[in-house]
């Protein structure tokens, strides 16, 4: 039970990894205060990428700041960079992937535009480069924009990925109109709502939606997350996984203020969810290294009116609903979102009569499944974009 709490929440920047150089590129979005456009999907302002933070392959990048819905249901706004493959464009223009990235924390500095991609990263979107797809990668509004991220709720996430699509549109580049999802951990649960509301969510835009692509996929975390308190967890577990709860729990107080998710903490466990808004990740596992996790609790979530329907609405995977080809790809390896995560996902949409296929990678952990899975979701996403 206690290996459950790590489903769904690893593959943000990874501690082996080399220091990342960091830009804004000319354009430092954290105070924007100028005007949102009423219209989801608008294109505030674009600079140039900073070439130092371009992934392999790349012969054109952007950064752009757009307009998106939040948690609240407000316009508000996000980042996002465009990589372009280098040759000549396809009659109609590069199809599109749209790349949704993992856990990177919720301070403003983790956005991910901001930032060179991990070695992984960089060779896993190269490859897409490769294929003559262009990527465009939303940082999720509030990611280095004002408001907190809100980490983990799918229906803002897929606010954030549709409308960078529709936004990447406005920049006069050489785009078809075609395009999928690919995304990896929370990426992957980003993904998979952002295909299950595509079609409604770029109505009227033009756009043609054709299927996702989802690795390391987190559902149903949400009832394991419910049964914290002040008796659960009943050991200490690892830093990354007391990181990844303390970022859960401040985007879910900051989603449901009328619930007081603060009151259910300790003076310890407010401080933990207050540094939990402004740090990355590394830093954040370095607060809560040999936090004992239930002593942060002074009451159980489970006091919250209606937690679990609370939970479910914030953070549940859909499972129904899909109107295009969907491909999950899991590591039976995988210690952050071990198997029975996707497997239960997976189950769920073949009951449901669900677009699914599953491909199983028996000797990949979380983060050998992203380019393994390539061999398979290469010649997917060539079927569904052709």
């Known amino acids: ?17 080399a220091p990342r150089y960091r ?5 430092d979005t954290r105070g924007y205060a100028g005007a949102i456009p009423a219209t989801a999907g608008t294109v505030i302002r ?6 130092r933070l371009w992934v392999p392959d790349t012969a054109r990048a952007q950064r752009f700041l757009y307009s998106t819905r939040d948690v609240h249901g407000t316009m508000a706004t996000s980042t996002a960079a465009v990589f372009l ?41 190269a490859h897409w480069l490769k294929q003559g797809y262009a990527i465009v990668s939303t940082d999720y509004v509030g990611l280095g924009t004002p408001g907190l991220m809100s980490y983990l709720n799918g229906t803002t996430e897929a606010h954030s990925i549709v409308d960078s699509v529709k936004a990447v549109r ?37 756009l043609d939606y054709r299927g996702v ?26 830093a990354a996984l007391n990181a990844y709860a303390a970022y859960i729990f401040a985007g879910f107080a900051d989603a449901r ?4 998710v603060k009151g259910l903490f300790t003076a310890q466990g407010r401080k933990v969810l207050e540094q939990a808004t402004r740090l990355c990740y590394d830093d954040m596992a370095a607060v809560v290294d040999g936090v004992n996790l239930s002593t942060m609790f002074r009451k159980p979530v489970s006091s919250l009116p209606n937690a679990r329907v609370a939970l ?68 997917f996403v060539a079927r569904i974009l052709r």
């Open 1 to 17: 039970m206690i290996a459950a709490l790590t489903l769904g929440l690893g593959g943000g920047m990874a501690t082996a990894d």
């Open 23 to 27: 830009s804004w590129s000319g354009m």
């Open 46 to 51: 674009s600079v140039d990428l900073d070439k």
């Open 85 to 125: 493959p280098g040759g000549t464009a396809p009659k109609g223009g590069w199809p599109v992937i749209a790349w949704a990235h993992g856990t990177t924390g919720l301070g403003d500095d983790c956005s991910p535009s901001t930032h060179s991609r991990s070695p992984r990263d960089s060779a896993y979107l």
């Open 170 to 206: 406005q920049l006069g580049l050489p785009l078809a109109r075609k395009w999928a999802i690919v995304g990896q951990s929370q990426g992957a649960g980003a993904a998979l709502s952002g295909a299950r509301y595509a079609t409604a969510f770029s109505a009227g835009s033009g």
């Open 213 to 238: 692509v989802a690795t390391g996929t987190p559902a149903n975390i949400e009832l394991i997350i419910g049964m914290g308190g002040p008796s659960f967890p009943p050991v200490t577990l690892p």
């Open 257 to 260: 203020p009328d619930l007081d």
């Open 312 to 379: 479910n609405k914030y953070m549940g995977t859909p499972y129904s609903g899909y109107d295009r080809p969907i491909f999950l790809g899991q590591g039976l390896l995988d210690e952050d979102v071990p198997a029975p995560s996707a497997l239960s996902l997976y189950a769920q949409m073949k009951a449901n009569n669900q677009p699914v296929e599953l491909h199983v990678y028996p000797d990949k952990d979380h983060s050998g499944t992203v380019l393994t899975s390539l061999k398979d979701s290469t010649p």
